[in-house]
């Protein structure tokens, strides 16, 4: 079964630092799908950034870039210029490619911003 | 953002009633999930429908139920509410092949149950 970890349970950063939020994962699937996905107070799940798992290249929205490593099966996302909006629960999540197939989150991580 | 809803969206019922969460879509996808959230466990998937009267089971599936009789609505039952259902609970929604390889899933606000 596929599994998602992150070690992190709490993350602060200053405002306009950058910040690095951990993901590892672990499957024997060659085609899948990682995204992260971010929960603020409000509840609602947004999505931030995915990436495919055949595509070498980092993904990359605006502040939010990550860091995948394929043989490590590592899916790290950096935070560029934190703002105060981005305080939040940040859930990385792993997708098996196909049609209907579930999410698996990890933990979540709860990234606070210092003014 | 993806049109959908969920109703109520707080729910405070008693142990052993009945309880039914309807989530509701605008954007035609074919493929709809529950979700509950608990601390420290993240999001893990109750059931899922890959179309209308095709449903599945999730990881999470045992007290509960679920129904699509309209390619909008999801519908997911407590057959008898237990307090460890006590739960936030998440629906979402994915494209069907062909317009998003990725099958990215967009999620509604939430329904916070409470089973006292």
């Known amino acids: 079964a596929q599994t998602v970890t992150q070690s992190q349970p709490e993350m602060s950063v200053q405002e306009a630092e950058t910040v690095t939020l951990s993901c590892t994962y672990d499957t024997s699937e060659s085609d899948y799908y990682l995204f992260w996905y971010k929960q603020p107070p409000s509840r609602q799940m947004i999505l931030v950034i995915r990436q495919e798992a055949y595509k070498q290249q980092n993904a990359t929205e605006n502040r939010f870039s990550v860091n995948f490593q394929k043989a490590a099966k590592s899916f790290s996302l950096k935070i560029s210029d934190s703002q105060l909006g981005d305080a939040a629960m940040y859930f990385c999540a792993y997708r098996r490619g196909g049609g209907a197939q579930k999410l698996v989150f990890g933990q979540g991580t709860r990234l606070t911003i210092n003014p | 953002d993806a049109g959908i809803t969920q109703s109520p969206r707080h729910k405070v019922t008693e142990t052993g009633t009945p309880v039914t969460l309807r989530c509701h879509q605008t954007e035609n996808h074919r493929y709809m999930y529950w979700y509950r959230q608990d601390p420290g466990h993240g999001l893990r998937l109750i059931h899922y429908?890959?179309?209308?009267?095709?449903?599945d089971k999730g990881e999470v599936s045992d007290g509960y139920s679920v129904s699509r009789s309209k390619t909008e609505d999801f519908l997911l039952t407590l057959e008898s509410a237990t307090s460890s259902q006590t739960s936030v609970y998440f629906c979402a929604i994915s494209e069907s092949a062909g317009r998003s390889e990725t099958y990215e899933q967009y999620f509604g606000p939430g329904t916070r149950l409470t089973v006292t």
């Open positions: 429908s890959y179309g209308v009267k095709d449903t």
